[in-house]
């Protein structure tokens, strides 16, 4: 079960290419993290989603499921807000959660994945978290220009 959940997070499985939005994905993909693991998450959508390429999309959401597989396996959180900020010319996702926090840096296997997607797609991740307090993941992508939305010639 461990190696299939491996293969799933590092994007093993391709997403398919029909016509949603991000905001749409990651409300599929948490709401399957939810079955799989019976804690409770929300998704928040702000703001007008531009355009963004499907590659941007795919390696947003694996950073988001990354992310929520290690609330699942380290946070023992009650909460967990999943938001996504698409509407600006610098869309961010984040991932929330009231667990218990940490301090200090990690390197685990589960970062490492993250920062690379993130480096793929020219974004940053950012984690913040206190013992007791939580942890909130931000990946923030590089500017759109928003001028250039809708579908390239």
């Known amino acids: 079960a461990y190696?299939?959940?491996?293969?799933?997070?590092?994007?093993?499985?391709?997403?398919?290419?029909?016509?949603?939005?991000?905001?749409?994905?990651?409300?599929?993909?948490?709401?399957?993290?939810?079955?799989d693991t019976g804690l409770w998450a929300?998704?928040?959508?702000?703001g007008r989603?531009?355009?963004l390429p499907a590659g941007t999309q795919q390696q947003l959401v694996q950073i988001a499921r990354e992310a929520l597989a290690n609330v699942a396996k380290?946070?023992?959180?009650?909460?967990?807000?999943?938001?996504?900020?698409?509407?600006?010319a610098q869309p961010v996702v984040r991932i929330k959660d009231d667990g218990r926090g940490f301090s200090g840096v990690t390197h685990g296997h589960?970062?490492?994945?993250?920062?690379?997607?993130?480096d793929l797609i020219g974004a940053q991740v950012t984690v913040r978290s206190q013992p007791g307090e939580g942890t909130e993941v931000v990946v923030m992508c590089a500017p759109v220009n928003m001028e250039g939305e809708g579908d390239a010639d």
């Open 74 to 88: 380290h946070a023992a959180a009650v909460r967990v807000t999943v938001t996504w900020q698409g509407g600006g």
């Open 110 to 118: 589960g970062m490492s994945i993250m920062h690379e997607r993130a």
């Open 49 to 51: 989603e531009g355009a």
């Open 3 to 35: 190696l299939s959940v491996r293969d799933y997070l590092d994007g093993a499985e391709e997403m398919g290419t029909e016509r949603t939005t991000v905001g749409e994905k990651l409300t599929e993909a948490v709401a399957q993290w939810r079955r």
């Open 42 to 46: 929300e998704v928040r959508v702000e």
